[in-house]
């Protein structure tokens, strides 16, 4: 069993809707990491979490450790928002990240 | 600045040959790393250093050196290519436990 993993794979949404990605975890974590890898390969990060909630512009972030589970909401979602999102977790002080696989968005105008 | 840079954007190699994936950032990081992203699957871990001198493996090492002369630069060596090798390679670099992981633009390797 993967020790990250995110659901749905795959998801697809017309402009406006709101999105959400979930993430899961079974080992216990320093802290979380949204990404987003953009059609042309490059990748980005959006938020790094160890606890609580964080937004910048249209994104949401939230953890619950007791829980092991994050969630990444997209709010009125555009064509431009299609990307794959990528949740990934810290184990220890360092940087080493374990990465889930993935969701694919496509939103649709 | 220029964050983190990759070279070569693409290569092929044929079985055997050995090649060397070049990796810079200029933002003073001490925590750097490689990464193969394959279809299906989340990037894996090749090699990691948390600064000039020491480098560690991570989960998929086998065929790859690394070494960290200077906080700048990690470059990735493969030995001897292999087909199980083409993949996309990502370098990044974090300050450690750093709130922001930079990525370079990512290697396409293809090995026949």
């Known amino acids: 069993k993967n020790e990250v993993e995110q659901s749905p794979q795959n998801l697809t949404a017309q402009e406006g809707e709101f999105i959400t990605i979930n993430c899961s975890y079974s080992?216990?974590?320093?802290?979380l990491h949204w990404l987003q890898q953009h059609p042309g390969g490059g990748i980005v990060s959006l938020f790094m979490?160890?606890?609580g909630k964080k937004k910048h512009g249209r994104l949401i972030a939230t953890i619950n450790i007791q829980e092991k589970h994050s969630s990444l909401h997209i709010t009125a979602s555009h064509p431009r928002d299609s990307a794959v999102y990528i949740c990934?977790?810290?184990?220890?002080?360092?940087?080493?990240?374990?990465f889930g696989k993935g969701t694919k968005l496509s939103v649709k105008p | 600045n220029a964050g983190v840079t990759q070279t070569p954007k693409f290569q092929v190699l044929k079985t055997g040959q050995s090649m060397t994936l070049q990796c810079a950032q200029d933002?003073?990081?001490?925590?750097m790393s490689w990464y193969r992203q394959d279809p299906g699957m989340g990037l894996r871990l090749i090699h990691y250093?948390?600064?000039?001198?020491?480098?560690d493996q991570g989960e998929v090492p086998n065929g790859y050196n690394v070494s960290r002369s200077t906080t700048e630069d990690f470059p990735l060596r493969l030995l001897s290519a292999a087909p199980s090798q083409t993949s996309v390679y990502f370098c990044?670099?974090?300050?450690?436990?750093?709130?922001?992981?930079?990525f370079g633009p990512g290697t396409r390797l293809t090995v026949l």
């Open positions: 990044a670099s974090s300050y450690p436990g750093g709130n922001e992981q930079f």
């Open positions: 080992v216990g974590i320093s802290a």
């Open positions: 979490l160890s606890s």
């Open positions: 990934a977790v810290r184990r220890g002080s360092q940087g080493n990240l374990i």
């Open positions: 933002m003073n990081h001490e925590y």
């Open positions: 250093s948390v600064g000039a001198g020491i480098t």
